[in-house]
Structure formats: C-alpha cells, structure tokens
C-alpha cells in the first residue's frame, strides 16, 4: 500500500467516526454482570518459564478477587445511581480482561494507531518519553480525581509502595488545561541503566572486571583490549538507526550536560543538549565508535563497538560483545548467569559525575472510556498489578522457581525468604541503588518523543566525519567542530520540538507559503486540464463526429467498470479530500483542532530535513531504476540468446524471489556484516586496486560500445546518454580503488608516485555498508536487485518470445550486429512494455521505499526517504498535519512525471500477436 494512502485513510477514520474508545464493554450472561476490559497486553498462561508464570499468577488473583473488591467499593454506589451505571445485577460480578489485538509495526506508536480508529484499550502503555505527547492530546484520564477516589483513596503507605520518590515528577505534571494531575502509574518498580560485562570475555583477555570506580578512560582502554574485528569480537554493543542516541545520553549526562529543561514559571520546555559538556560526551562517544586504529595485522579498523542490532543478542549471548547498557529493575534485577556476566554502575565521566537513567514501564487510563463501569474496572486492575498482594505471589513463584537470588533483596526480606538473600549475586543490589540515586530521568519533556532521533543526528554527523578522517586531531579543535554540529542540531530539535520560531521567521515562512501554495493551485488546475484534453477523444472534424463515450454500446464494459471506480472513489479520494484539511490544522486525535493556516507548509519549506529527505528521495529512485529496470532488460536477452541450459540459468535467477522480503532483509544485512567476516568484505577485501579499475573500464566499454552504434545512426542525444552512462558505470566501480590508491592522509604526488605498486595492493580496511553514507543507500538497493532480477526478466523473457524470427534475419541482411539488433529490434519492439514498466518502477521507487530502508537502516546514514521521513512524524511523532502537508507536497512534485506518461500511454495500442490494425 501507498504511504500516503495509509496516511490518508487514517486521518479518514479520525475524520469521520468520533473517538469513543468502546474497548471495553458491559454484558449480562446468565444472571452475571460481566465487566470486558481490554488491555494493552495480558500475561500469557501458556508460557512456562518462571517469570511470565509470576506476572499471569498475579493476574489470575486480581480475577479471582474481583468481585471482592468490586462489592466492597461499587457495588451499593452503582445501585445508588442507575442513570450514571446502568441497571445490571451488581451483586454477582465479574472481570474479563482481554488483550488488544491490532496492527504491529516496529517503530510505531502502536496505540495510536488504535486510537485513531476509535479502539483503543482501556488501558495503554506509557513509557517516558511518549508520556508528553499522550497528556497533551488528551489520551490519558487524570488519576486523582477526588471524586473518582482512584489514586486519593488509596493508602499512603501503598502509594509509597508502588512508586519510587523520583518518579513523581513524570507521573504528575500539568494536562493540556493547565492543571496538574497524576496521568500514569508505574509498575515493575524503578528501572536503572547499568553497564553489563561478559566476565568469561574479560578474563580471558586478563583485563580487570570494571569497578564501581571504573571511569570513561577504562572504559575505552578495555574496548580497545577486547577488540578484534577478525574473530568478530568487540568491546561495547552500540547501535545505529533513529535511537542511537539512547546510548550517547548516559554518556552526555556523565559529562555534565543535559537534554531539556524545564522552566517552571512560563510553564516552558528547552533542548540544551549544546553545551560544551556535550561536546565532550560527544567526543569521546565518536572515538569509542570509529575511531581510526591498526590491529595486528596491519588492518584499519573503525571504532570499538558493534552496531549491528540485527543479531545484537546472539552476539552477546556468544561471548562476542564485552559490554553494553542494559536496564534493571527494582523487582527482578536480570535472568541473567551471574558466573558469566557482571554488572556495575555506568562509568564516571571526566569531572567523576556518573550519569546514569532513570526510567520505568508505566500505565494508564485511556480518556476516550466513557462508560465509568468500565473505566472503574480498569482502575482496579492498575491498582492491583503491582501491588504488595502481587508482589508477594510473584516473588513467591520466583524463589519456587529456583529464581529467588534474582529478586531484589529488600523483598526477599519483606516477604519471609531472607535466607535466599545470601544466594543473590554480590554487590547488584548496590549497583541497582547507585544506578537510581545517580539515574536522570529518561527526556520526558514537551515532545521528548523525538528527542532520541533528533539527538541522534549530530552523533551521525559526527561518526560520518570521523570515517572520512575529517576530524581534527587536535583535541580542542575537534571539540570545537562538534560543539558546531551540537549547536545546529539543538536549533533544530528546539523548533520541532518547542516550536521555537521567531515572528518575523514565521512571516517570512506564511508568504513563502502562500505564494508555493498558490501556484501549485495554477499548475494543478493547467495539469488536470491537460489530463482531461489527453483523454477526451478527439474530433474527427469532416471525416466524422466526435468519439463519444459509447455508454449504450459498451454499457456492459462500464458495469464491470463501476465496483472498481467506486473503490477507488470511496478508499482513496474521498479520504484524500477529507484528510487534506488536516494540513491546514494543528490536528489532534481527540480534543479540539487549531486552525493554523499555511503554517504546516511553511514550516515544511524552511525544513532542511525535509529537502534532504527529498534529495534522499532522488538518489534512491536513481538508483532503483538503474539498478533494477534496465538489468532485467539486459538478463532476459542473454538468457534468450544463451546456446545451452536456459531452464537451469532461469530457475537460478528466479530462485531468489521465492524468499521472503524479511528473510531476504535479514540474509543480506548479515553479508553487510562491517568487518572481514561480511560475505560482501570478504569479497571485496580479496579483489586488488587493479581488478576495480579493469572491470570500471569493461563495463565502460559496454556502454560505449552502445554509444557508438548509435552514433553510426546518427542518433545522437541517445548516444550522449550512454556515454554519460559508461562514465558513470567506470566512475563508480573505479572508486572501490580510491581508498587503496589515494589514501587520505597523503598528498596527491605521493600518492601517485607509489601508484604502480598500489596497483596490485587490497582494500584497507572493511567497509561499513549500512554505516557509512558513501554506501548505505547502494546496499539498501542491492537486495531488491537481487531478488527482483529473476521475477523482472521473467516478463521480458515472455515478450521476446513474441518478437518474430523475421525480424531477426531481415536485421542480419543489413548487416547488424549483436548490439544492434538490442537497440532496433528488441527495444523498439517492447518499447511499450518497457515505459509501462518504467512507470512502475519509478512510482514504486518513491512510494514503495518506505519499508525497505526502515529494516536496512531506519532512516540512518543519511537513508532517510521522503515516505519514511512522513511516515515517522504521523505515526512516531503524532504531527498529523505537517504529515498531510508533507504527503501533499510529495503529490504535487509527482504529477508532473505522472501526467507525462499518462500522455504516452494515451497513445500506445495494445494488440494481440500477429493481429492487424
């Protein structure tokens, strides 16, 4: 499906049913009342392992007590007002809590996608850095209400129970009406960021296990130890992708620095992760990333870390990564094999502060419930998760489990098992305390939703200079170039997070605007007029009247027309028009819309991101259509020519269109593996400077032979096309030899004076396919090339076919070579297969992206396209409107491609074979 459809089709349920969030409901069932409750997630019974058994025990109480607890504190209130709760027999009571079903896409507010068709659960899932964004669109009900008696009733030392002292500041804020209230309420306890290590790993590289005392420089001098790309070991788990910076943010925290603040008397938010501190933690983040470095062997290596999050967990689990960054929380601490793995506070940073996370799994009332029974019911099973009661039975069930020496040893003692205590892994339950005392709260300001990726990009930034060896070498100046990139990217964050414009930038932005928008009106009024005169058939003049649409004589073609038309009239227009009115809105899923004018367009103009996103666009869409369009071409004329074993060469190409996307996804990021041991490096790694350069210049040739033959034709803006082509071909296979022949740090006449010799010399060092931006868009490409190729020749294979033998021989009697007859025989023949393809191709090639470079990268390495760019501010960010704005914007700079090829193809005649017009 189409980006924008599904945009669109979206903002069409939010448009056109209210939200009433009828998740949950109440029905009578054999003389019970029976309350439905649906939640964001259930424990499921049928999982056996001992943790998952604690948490559905805990459930299973909760229904067990149910009626219990509803007789004592509702049963005579909800008889007491039959109008508010309905009349239904409140006295045999029961709970049936359901688990919400919909959608999953990774990256995606899930929920949201729930809310905006109007089935959201009673109950949702909050972390931190979404709780922002879920107050000020009214999705969360207040949990203080007095006359609720929700949170104001319960016991003070049971508040103090389920929620730590530093966490009241997230859960209880200002709402959208100024008012403070308590929005969520955690469960799991507190959760903390500490350092993992792998002690096997250590020990047998006879590094010391880190310390509470362990600092950055032990750190880096530790990853630097363990390090060993060939034997596929490295010393810290990073990560790439939209949220890289959640592993920068303990290390700007231990710097000194901050992500937001919050200024409580004009109620106002500010990124400030800019400061001088910053830059520091941005340093030596960049350093412990792709830091330059020889091994053993002579190699060059990039940076101390692994950044593959495909298989992350298989590399930790095998003894492959030496450290990462893992949350505990204050019940269980981690399932993890205490002989195996250890655990400590994050490191010290220069000044000694230690700047850990502070973080915990929150949920809450959904506020479009409006059935207070069900909203009650929901309340209760809030209140109970996590409470004593259920702590108890869940600790239980762990120390049954033979898991005792994982629970925090403060409940081991409350509840009677304090000889398990001495069992627990030493010292974890003083690294958890460490961990919280010195935690800061994960960025939970306004619109801290996109803090993450928007902090992310400077690190990228950074990373991308350090692998082009553009960073200074001196520590100052390095700084100073960081504390640059830190400053642009902090503006950045602050207009799209705070809204931070100054009045005459948005002045200038609404002319702007206004002016874009009006002569994109012009120019769709011209196109669509064009498209009405391309269609309309023509006047015969004298010959005859004018073809007229024929409604009588092919009345039956236009019944069979009708369901097709209606479709696409219901699910694409009408939703299109509908939505369009959120581009001019400040657009909230419930609650009241603002009316902000052009503002979402001009915003849109003066986004440097959004234009990168489009020339993004464009390089992807390059490469798509030179990569996977003509070669198909290509293969399906050699393999009709091919003297011996068509079936065997056809059935080889085809076969790669039997796998699965995903499969196909997850196969070829473990050949972009960024070290030796990568299927692709391997290869390349084994081919000299020279091997690069002569198969630049065959395939050069090829293209200029093409050239030539055009030429002799006298067919001349054709043959400057190819010649442009065979440049390029040469130009970019050429470069795989300009590492090994210029190194960077040498000047260009010594470079060529040792030319001759480097001629013959190998690669120096593995590239980082998905890391580096050189290469990230080129690998996000070859895997459809790949499996596109066979399913691709397959079509042309069938029209050439239909290519008669006549044609062939009256070519030979002309004299005409094996490339001519491609270009006056072949091409002239399917050339209207060729350009309904071509179309294909190219649509698909902006509207079909989005999947494919949101699993090869997520956006990062400068991938990011305009569909996924969209995709994340509606579905990640809930900016509906710049969203419809951005998907109109795309519209519009497409139909000018569309309207041309609509002209051609209102001028191709389709026949049969061998038929005569």
């Keep these: 499906m189409r980006l924008s459809s599904l945009f669109l089709w979206c903002a069409f349920i939010a448009l056109l049913q209210p939200i009433v969030g009828r998740a949950g409901w109440v029905e009578e069932r054999d003389g019970k009342t029976i309350i439905h409750v649906t939640l964001f997630d259930v424990p499921d019974p049928s999982q056996t392992d001992t943790f998952n058994r604690g948490e559905a025990a805990g459930v299973r109480a909760f229904r067990q007590k149910f009626s219990q607890i509803f007789a004592e504190r509702y049963a005579e209130k909800y008889k007491a007002n039959p109008e508010k709760y309905g009349v239904h027999n409140w006295d045999d009571v029961e709970i049936s809590l359901e688990k919400f079903s919909g959608i999953r896409v990774e990256g995606v507010e899930v929920d949201l996608l729930a809310i905006a068709g109007g089935m959201a659960p009673d109950v949702l899932y909050i972390n931190f850095r979404k709780s922002d964004n879920y107050i000020r669109n009214n999705f969360l009900y207040p949990l203080d209400k007095p006359e609720d008696g929700y949170l104001t009733a319960m016991p003070q030392e049971d508040v103090a129970f389920r929620i730590h002292p530093k966490l009241w500041p997230v859960i209880k804020r200002k709402g959208p009406e100024g008012a403070q209230h308590v929005w969520a309420i955690p469960y799991g306890g507190a959760l903390g960021k500490v350092l993992m290590f792998r002690k096997d790993l250590f020990d047998a590289h006879h590094i010391p296990h880190p310390t509470v005392d362990w600092t950055w420089d032990d750190m880096l001098a530790a990853a630097k130890a363990l390090t060993d790309p060939e034997k596929g070991t490295y010393g810290l788990q990073l990560s790439r992708g939209k949220h890289e910076s959640w592993h920068w943010i303990t290390f700007l925290w231990s710097a000194g620095g901050d992500v937001m603040t919050y200024n409580e008397e004009t109620d106002s938010w500010r990124c400030v992760f800019d400061t001088r501190e910053a830059a520091v933690a941005l340093d030596f983040y960049t350093r412990i990333s792709s830091e330059k470095w020889t091994d053993a062997n002579g190699k060059t290596r990039r940076g101390y870390s692994s950044k593959d999050a495909s298989d992350a967990g298989t590399k930790w689990m095998r003894g492959e990564i030496g450290m990462r960054a893992e949350y505990i929380d204050e019940k269980i601490f981690s399932q993890i094999n205490p002989e195996v793995t250890g655990m400590v506070p994050v490191p010290k940073g220069p000044t000694g502060k230690r700047g850990a996370e502070l973080n915990s799994r929150m949920m809450g009332l959904f506020s479009g419930i409006k059935d207070p029974v069900v909203r009650d019911a929901a309340w209760e099973y809030l209140r109970f998760y996590d409470c004593r009661e259920a702590v108890e039975i869940k600790t239980r069930i762990m120390v049954e489990g033979g898991l005792g020496r994982f629970v925090n040893p403060k409940y081991l003692r409350m509840f009677g098992y304090s000889e398990i205590e001495r069992l627990a892994p030493k010292g974890w339950a003083d690294v958890f305390e460490i961990a919280i005392a010195t935690g800061q709260p994960e960025p939970c300001g306004r619109n801290s939703n996109l803090a993450y990726n928007l902090m992310t990009l400077p690190i990228q930034a950074a990373d991308q200079l350090m692998r082009e060896d553009k960073l200074p070498s001196d520590p100052e100046e390095r700084l100073n170039v960081l504390h640059d990139i830190l400053k642009v990217a902090c503006a950045h964050a602050n207009e799209q997070m705070i809204g931070l414009v100054s009045p005459r930038e948005r002045f200038i932005r609404r002319v702007a605007a206004s002016l874009t928008l009006f002569g994109i009106i012009a120019a769709f009024a011209v196109v669509f007029r064009k498209i009405i005169r391309t269609f309309t058939p023509p006047d015969l003049g004298e010959d005859g009247p004018r073809k007229s649409w024929g409604f009588k004589k092919y009345a039956w073609a236009y019944v069979l027309l009708v369901p097709s038309v209606a479709s696409i009239l ?334 051609i193809l209102s001028r191709v005649e389709f026949r049969a074979q061998g038929a005569t017009k």
């Excluded at 694409?572 to 609650?591: E, K, T």
């Excluded at 997850?666 to 972009?672: C, D, G, H, M, T």
């Excluded at 400077?689 to 065959?698: P, Y």
């Excluded at 030319?755 to 290469?775: S, V």
Aim: net charge neutral.
């Design 570 to 903: 219901l699910w694409n227009y009408v939703p299109l028009i509908r939505g369009s009115v959120m581009a001019f809105q400040d657009y909230r899923i419930i609650g009241k819309s603002t009316w902000i004018g052009v503002d979402n367009f001009g915003d849109l103009l003066f986004d440097n991101y959004w234009w990168k996103a489009i020339w993004n666009s464009l390089r992807y869409s390059f490469l798509v259509v030179s990569m996977t369009f003509l070669p198909p071409i290509i293969l399906a004329i050699l393999l009709q020519e091919v003297p011996r074993g068509k079936v065997l060469f056809r059935t080889i190409y085809y076969l790669p269109a039997v796998i699965t996307g995903l499969v196909t996804i997850l196969l070829w990021k473990q050949f972009y593996e960024p070290s030796e041991r990568g299927a692709l490096n391997a290869i390349i790694l084994r081919v000299p400077a020279l091997g690069f350069v002569l198969l630049g210049l065959a395939l050069f040739a090829l293209a200029w032979a093409f050239a030539r033959r055009l030429l002799i034709h006298e067919l001349r803006w054709p043959a400057r096309g190819f010649k442009v082509a065979a440049l390029l071909l040469f130009l970019s296979v050429a470069s795989l030899a300009l590492p090994i022949l210029f190194p960077s740090h040498e000047s260009i006449l010594v470079s060529l004076a040792h030319l001759p010799t480097r001629l013959f010399d190998m690669t120096p060092e593995p590239y980082g396919w998905l890391n580096d931006t050189q290469t990230a868009m080129l690998a996000c490409v070859i895997p459809m090339v790949w499996a596109g190729m066979g399913p691709g020749c397959l079509i042309y294979l069938a029209a050439l076919k239909g290519i008669p033998d006549d044609y062939y021989e009256a070519a030979d009697l002309d004299g005409a070579n094996f490339i001519d007859k491609i270009l006056f025989v072949v091409f002239p023949t399917l050339k209207a297969l060729i350009i309904i393809n071509f179309v294909g191709v190219f649509i698909t090639s902006w509207y079909g992206a989005t999947g494919n470079i949101l699993a090869m990268t997520g956006g990062g390495a400068n991938t990011e396209v305009v569909g996924l760019h969209i995709w994340y501010k509606a579905f990640t960010y809930l900016q509906f409107g710049p969203a419809t704005a951005a998907a109109w914007m795309l519209g519009f700079m497409l139909i000018g491609f569309t309207v041309h090829q609509l002209k």
